[in-house]
């Protein structure tokens, strides 16, 4: 199966949500979290790297969860409309 390249928006709203993934990780081991999520950590470092630009929806999901972050919360920081309202530092959450 070949699968088709990735769109310059698509890849901006992968960078956009490893940026938030990583921030709302804040302190925490890597390893903590995607345990939490119940993923690897191998695929959370390629996500929150923008190497997997494209999750599974339940992937971003069980990260929302263990991250205490809304879907509709993760929806408005990383769709293409918002890349041209970059959030502030100070708007994106860093939970300890």
Known sequence: MVRTPLTP?????GERLGELLRRARGPR?????AASAGIS????RKIETG???TP???????LAGA?????DEVLARCATEAADEEPSPEAL???A
């Open 41 to 44: 950590p191998e695929t959370l």
């Open 51 to 53: 190497r997997a630009p």
């Open 93 to 95: 959450p860093l939970i």
């Open 56 to 62: 599974a929806f339940f992937t971003v999901a069980a």
């Open 29 to 33: 081991s890597m390893v903590a979290v």
């Open 67 to 71: 991250l205490g972050l809304s879907l």
């Open 9 to 13: 928006e698509e890849r901006a709203r």
